[in-house]
């Protein structure tokens, strides 16, 4: 379908802000210029608010004023500026980068081919040059390089040529621009030497310069692969229908978009749970490496939640919708990924804006040396070689690459390690970060609690207490059902609410809930508080038989004294603020060790200790669950949430962390500063390049091929450098920081 005959209004989403949204997919970007310019382009119309290039999946993403500017203008500025807009569908775009892909590997293969032999011919030659060459031999040999030269170029260079001339008859300059006139001054030139009956022509020049252009072309190609392989494979975990149960006891599949919070789903056996919900029914083994990172099949019963994208073992099972298709927690993840994406740290628009300065700069400076050397009194064709290698060597790849490569290579490592980044600089000031503040519940323990009192239990009054709780509405009674394991409620349960609920076994009065509710004194609720501090007491009461108290609190992440080891070893200091009763914080904070912690902690009292640190010149990490501490994590020079509460601080948290480990808080700061490094190091890397490599060639040194050469190694050096970030990654946390 061509691009003026769609409606483009009906590809806008609204957003909650009031503006609108809209994705698209963008054909001819080749550069971190290219971004720059849609970017200002867009910038320029009335009531755009956001206009941001994904380089990696070439998708724009635009958030605008409708009443000030129509889709239809959005898409025509995009046309002016000499690109093809496309409504975002990540099938399609996958189709169009691989034959874009597959367009790259054959023009490279052609143009090295073509280059081997040209190479055979022009040695033939530099020797015959030195030695008896006879004019018509040389003459010959040239000719012969120019027919293969000029349909390989032809070839070869057309993702060079078609980028160049879209720009130019957008009237803007990219980075193929010179790259072209390179090229084709060095065949021009080789053509009328070689009329000329010259000793050298430089055939060779220009279809090597293509191949290592076209190395470079493809590996950043196959590297932005990879980028999006990451996204491919979270979506390929999202069921596109659910079997949904009708009320007549009827399964229907239907598209998840009919699926509503509240409706009941079957998942079947070796099936992708559809949707976020809870088991109603049956019995099963799930694999969520997704949510909690284990591969491990975790078992699951009723009244366990479950989350799109896991996968179900050998049971069937049936499942209450909790959420609707779009706000899952795989949706969530996607979206964090995105944003990711496609934010801007501080490295990518130093990048973005040496290369809006490059292409004025670099046909300034071969113009300057072409006319310098003419006044120096050399020829003007000796002259324009110089301004070619000049031309060419100068060409930014390097820094084109140097950020987006190591933000790739560590956002793929930050993945795999359990940490999806919700910040564009979300790297930069997690390797700044030197102080560490945790918050306790939800961060440093589990999100859930736990039974901390079984094994001394009368025999089977767990088990009773455990199906009495299946009939209560209060949020700790899952800790007793996870404990017993029961299945089974009791009928005829009555429910007293502030108290418990109780019922009739064996001809006697059953009851759990509170201490009081059980007829257990104060003073034994203090005596075992003694032993659990912060701990909530449950009881529960069989007959005339004495009361069992049930203490239940959240316990430390299996991980976390380890972890909070490590990070002490690196030299971190460690804080905990909580909202939590004295006793518990003190118990947590004397088990890991951390001398600096306070309890009772208000939002605004987390806030004002921050604003303390950060007077203090320290650069804050705040780990928190983001229910009441949204504020911190906004205030924290960089923060982490779990993934357990990023519906709640996805605003606010720079990343999030997956699964019950405290690890990935580890491996993020230990990732981030080794991705620090290679940053600086790719961008001294271009600099130095250019610092060297431009002198050289503006005095006369360089040939083209040459400058080809050592502007492709360049860019292979600052990639190669980019990917040692993969070297040892999932042990991120043993290397030095």
């Known amino acids: 379908m061509s691009g003026h005959t769609r409606d483009w209004e009906a590809f806008v989403t ?96 052609v143009a090295g081919f073509a280059g081997m032999n ?35 170029v032809a070839y070869a260079g057309r993702p060079f040529f078609t980028s160049a001339l879209r720009s130019l008859m957008a009237g803007r300059l990219n980075m193929d621009v010179p790259i072209v006139i390179g090229v084709t001054l060095a065949v021009a030139l080789s053509l009328v030497q070689t009329i000329q009956h010259h000793h050298h022509a430089y055939f060779e020049s220009a279809v090597m310069l293509l191949f290592f252009l076209l190395v470079g072309r493809y590996l950043d190609h196959n590297m932005r692969g990879r980028t999006r392989s990451f996204a491919e494979n979270i979506a390929a ?17 239907v598209p998840l978009s009919k699926v509503e919070p509240g409706d009941l789903v079957l998942v079947m056996s070796g099936d992708r749970v559809p949707v976020d919900g809870v088991i109603e029914e049956g019995v099963s083994e799930i694999d969520q490496s997704l949510v909690t990172g284990e591969t491990v099949l975790q078992p699951v019963e009723k009244g366990v939640r479950v989350y799109a994208g896991t996968l179900n073992g050998e049971g069937t099972l049936k499942v209450r919708v909790s959420v609707a298709s779009g706000a899952t927690l795989l ?160 009928e005829n349960v009555r429910e007293t609410p502030g108290a418990g609920v109780e019922t009739v076994v064996d001809g006697k009065p059953l009851r759990l ?76 904070a004397d088990e890991l060790r951390i001398a600096h912690w306070k309890s009772g902690v208000r939002p605004a009292d987390k806030i004002a200790h921050l604003e303390n640190l950060t007077n203090q010149g320290r ?37 999030v962390f997956l699964g019950e480990k405290l690890e990935p808080v580890l491996n993020a700061l230990m990732i981030s500063r080794r991705a620090r490094r290679a940053i600086e190091q790719n961008l001294w890397i271009s600099a130095l390049y250019n610092v060297i490599a431009v002198p050289i060639a503006v005095a006369g040194f360089v040939t083209p091929l040459m400058a080809a050469v050592a502007m492709s190694a360049s860019s292979i050096a600052v990639t190669a450098n980019a990917l040692r970030l993969r070297l040892g990654g999932e042990q991120a946390h043993k290397l030095e920081g």
């Not at 009441?628 to 601080?649: G, K, M």
């Open 14 to 109: 609204p957003s909650d802000d009031g503006a609108v949204h809209m994705d698209l997919a963008v054909e001819g970007i080749t550069c971190a210029a290219c971004m720059g310019e849609i970017e200002r382009g867009l910038g320029r119309l009335p009531g755009i608010r956001k206009a941001r290039v994904n380089l990696t999946s070439q998708r724009l993403a635009v958030d605008w004023d409708q009443s000030a500017t129509g889709a239809d203008e959005i898409v025509a500025e995009l046309t002016r500026l000499g690109y093809t807009a496309h409504p975002f569908d990540p099938a399609s775009q996958k189709d169009r980068q691989d034959r874009t892909g597959k367009i790259l590997l054959r023009s490279l293969a």
């Open 118 to 152: 040209i190479m055979l011919l022009s040695i033939s030659v530099w020797s015959g040059n030195a030695t008896d060459i006879t004019p018509e031999t040389r003459d010959f040999f040239h000719w012969l390089s120019a027919l293969i030269a000029l349909p390989t």
């Open 237 to 253: 975990l999202k069921a596109e229908v659910a079997a949904r149960i009708n009320d007549d006891g009827s399964v229907r599949e």
């Open 331 to 490: 949706d969530e993840v996607n979206r964090l990924l995105e944003a990711a994406s496609q934010a801007k740290s501080l490295y990518v628009r130093i990048a973005d804006r040496a290369a809006q300065l490059y292409a004025p700069l670099v046909h300034g400076a071969a113009a300057l040396t072409f006319f310098a050397w003419l006044l120096f009194g050399l020829e003007w064709q000796p002259a324009l070689v110089i301004a070619i290698s000049v031309l060419i060597i100068t060409c930014p790849c390097a820094l084109g690459l140097a950020v987006p490569a190591v933000q790739v290579v560590a956002s793929g490592q930050l993945f795999r390690s359990g940490v999806l980044l919700n910040s564009g600089d979300a790297i930069e000031r997690l390797s700044d970060a030197d102080t560490i503040v945790f918050d306790k519940t939800g961060t440093l323990t589990t999100a859930e609690p736990v039974l901390m009192r079984r094994d001394d239990l009368p025999a089977g009054l767990l088990e009773l207490a455990g199906r009495l709780a299946l009939s209560s509405r209060h949020p700790l009674s899952m800790a007793l059902v996870k404990a017993s394991g029961a299945l089974m409620p009791f």
């Open 513 to 588: 809930g509170s201490p009081a509710f059980c007829r257990v004194a104060r003073a034994d609720v203090d005596t075992l508080l003694k032993w659990y501090p912060g701990s909530s007491i449950m009881a529960v009461r069989h007959g005339d038989d004495d009361a069992a108290l049930l203490p239940v609190r959240q316990t430390l992440r299996p991980d976390a004294a380890g972890v909070i080891g490590a990070l002490r070893a690196k030299g971190y200091q460690l804080e905990i603020l909580s909202g939590d009763q004295d006793g518990a914080v003190r118990s947590i």
């Open 619 to 655: 650069k804050v990490l705040m780990v928190g669950d983001g229910l009441n501490d949204a504020p911190a994590l906004a205030r924290a020079h960089v923060s982490l949430s779990p993934v357990t509460a990023v519906q709640l601080s996805q605003a606010a948290a720079d990343a």
